[in-house]
């Protein structure tokens, strides 16, 4: 089982940043696609970004472009969410997660497309 585990979640002020990891372990850490979702207080799960780390996006959401930019360390196992210029509606836990990559291909942002989950970093972003 890949192991997940995410954090750099915090509170700040509008305009402020943040920036999130997420650290994968154990077998084909090094290959996966990752993303990013967020659960907003009482709302569904969304999708935020996404990248494989053997190559392929990144995906965005069109509420986060050119705010937040999704990144591989060099290891290729721990995958980066630069959130700047926040907004109150960024607020929710915000959720790693993995599936095993075997082509280069474009990261889903769906739910359904990732296997294993970080157990979630609280994000909150006041006015």
């Known amino acids: 089982q890949v192991q997940l585990a995410d954090s750099g979640g915090g509170a700040v002020q509008a305009g402020g940043s943040l920036r999130l990891a997420c650290a994968a372990s154990?077998?084909?850490?090094?290959?996966?696609?990752m993303a990013w979702f967020r659960q907003p207080p009482g709302k569904e799960r969304e999708g935020v970004a996404g990248i494989c780390t053997l190559g392929g996006g990144p995906a965005y959401a069109d509420s986060v472009k050119g705010r937040f930019t999704i990144s591989v360390d060099t290891d290729q196992s721990t995958v980066y969410l630069q959130m700047n210029s926040l907004k109150p509606e960024d607020t929710g836990m915000y959720y790693c997660a993995a599936d095993p990559q075997f082509i280069t291909r474009v990261p889903a942002l769906y739910p359904g497309a990732y296997q294993y989950w970080g157990q979630g970093t609280q994000v909150t972003v006041s006015s």
């Open positions: 154990g077998p084909t850490s090094n290959r996966l696609c």
